[in-house]
């Protein structure tokens, strides 16, 4: 899955070069961070394997490349393995962004005979304690376990770390595991507040700091690692002076299918109310991707407003993240308020504020499990 | 500081492979070769693919070199080594054995 903030920058012609199969909300785990809908369990029509092999297929044929199965937790669905040789066959890069849980060694090899290119592990902490507590299962032993099979099978190993105030102070231990483990790629992934992150986010938002020390540690390592072993750091947002590049622009490469089947410019894309996601159950991609009015709203530069508009570096983040600007003050075509030139920076100057603030009333971190909080009064699209 | 002393490493002698992270190919729809790897995709130009094609795990940089002077008629010795270079230091190619 490509990130915010990550280094690539990719014209991709007008194609949806990465897409992203979100084959099920379900999963094992209750990370109170997760990106999913909090109203994840309403969801119940997901697309059928044959569904998802139209969306493969038409995918393929607009130019897709880059191919994530993601979800939920993908392995929890038994059609993967058939996704997968279908993708190969169709000649996506397939990638699977797994929690690991569902997954065994004997699984595994058969995803990397059917084609499977890469293995996206999620973890953590680099103790056993925190790791289980942070994902609300007994999950550390079985992901370092399945991290050592998917090295020993030849994956290229993508170990993606959720960075939070709980387990920052850990960046030193962690990278030690990563080279014990072989990983090639440790994506130190800071949080970045949607849904269940947003809810917690005064309990998750680090210190400034906090992100210095940790950073500090990552460059230490790239320094003596070189290129065995790339790190990536994506600090959040909220600490920046300058919004994130998010996804590239607005319908500008990345497609996401969500488990029902609705299109979405990114994964985060249904927390905007008041718009219509096609769904692919009754319209091509083609015209999804080309025609639908969703897909075209934040494309180029004509929606924006002031300081957008008239700004030199628009061309640079496209205004930022058109969730986070809709979450964070109420409209999707406003400036992300991450920019320091936005009138309403201040929202995020509060949020670091509340969250550092030794004396704030602590909260109850709310995991990510049907009824933990009621959606019941929730609007929804 | 590491990519430096690999990119002096190179030798007219060594011989490169594609490292296996990464897979590199025809890309029908963009019209071009690319090369695939964990979270990115690189498009390349015509004459940075044909040095990657070479990088078979077969040919010496010599051969290289003389392969493409051959077929660009004009000395391409400076921009090989470069080309090399830097996708050594990317990890992209390693050198064989």
Same mark, same amino acid.
């Given at each position: 899955m490509p990130k915010d903030g990550s280094e690539l920058r990719l014209d991709g012609a007008g194609m949806p070069m990465w897409l992203t199969c979100e084959l099920t909300y379900r999963c094992p785990l209750n990370c109170?961070?997760?990106?999913?809908? /909090? *109203? @994840? *369990?309403?969801?119940?029509n997901e697309l059928t394997t044959e569904e998802w092999k139209r969306v493969l297929r038409e995918g393929r044929a607009m130019g897709s490349l880059q191919l994530g199965f993601t979800g939920g937790e993908p392995a929890l669905r038994d059609d993967v393995e058939e996704l997968i040789a279908y993708a190969e066959e169709l000649g996506y890069y397939t990638n699977l962004i797994t929690s690991?849980?569902? /997954?065994t060694k004997e699984r595994l090899k058969a995803m990397k005979n059917l084609g499977l290119k890469q293995v996206q592990l999620s973890i953590q902490s680099s103790n056993r304690d925190i790791c289980n507590a942070l994902v609300g299962a007994e999950a550390y032993d079985h992901k370092l376990e399945l991290a050592h099979e998917i090295k020993a099978l030849g994956f290229p190993l993508v170990l993606n770390i959720p960075v939070c105030r709980q387990n920052i102070g850990q960046t030193e231990d962690i990278l030690s595991m990563a080279e014990d483990i072989g990983v090639d790629y440790v994506e130190f992934a800071n949080l970045q507040y949607y849904n269940w992150a947003l809810l917690n986010r005064p309990e998750f938002l680090p210190a400034r700091e906090q992100l210095e020390c940790a950073e500090a540690i990552v460059n230490k390592h790239r320094a003596r690692d070189g290129n065995k072993m790339t790190i990536y750091f994506v600090i959040? *947002?909220?600490?920046? *002076?300058r919004p994130k590049a998010c996804m590239n622009g607005w319908g500008a490469i990345h497609l996401t299918i969500a488990p029902d089947g609705a299109a979405l410019?990114?994964?985060?894309? %249904?927390?905007? &109310?008041g718009v219509e996601f096609p769904n692919i159950r009754d319209y091509p991609l083609e015209w999804i991707w080309h025609e639908a009015p969703v897909f075209n709203k934040f494309r180029g530069d004509d929606w924006m407003k002031e300081p957008c508009r008239n700004c030199d570096e628009r061309g640079k983040? @496209?205004?930022?993240?058109r969730c986070q600007a809709f979450l964070l003050t109420g409209d999707a075509a406003n400036t992300d308020p991450v920019c320091s030139k936005s009138p309403l920076h201040e929202v995020i100057e509060s949020a670091v504020v509340e969250a550092i603030n030794p004396d704030r009333q602590q909260r109850p971190i709310v995991m990510r %499990? &049907?009824?933990?909080?009621?959606? %019941? @009064?929730l609007k929804t699209a | 500081m590491t990519e430096a002393i690999e990119a002096i490493s190179i030798k007219a002698g060594n011989i490169f492979e594609m490292d296996p992270k990464y897979l590199f190919r025809w890309e029908e729809p963009q019209q071009s070769y690319v090369m695939l790897y964990p979270e990115g995709v690189v498009k390349l130009n015509e004459t940075s693919a044909a040095i990657l094609q070479l990088c078979d795990g077969k040919h010496t940089i010599e051969e290289i070199i003389s392969k493409l002077s051959k077929k660009y008629t004009t000395d391409v010795s400076d921009s090989v080594n470069k080309f090399l270079e830097v996708s050594h230091a990317k990890g992209w190619i390693r050198i064989k054995a």
């Open positions: 109170p961070w997760c990106n999913n809908p /909090l *109203d @994840f *369990d309403k969801y119940k690991g849980m569902g /997954l959040p *947002d909220y600490y920046a *002076d410019p990114c994964q985060e894309a %249904r927390v905007i &109310k983040d @496209f205004g930022g993240c %499990r &049907k009824g933990s909080i009621t959606t %019941r @009064f | -």
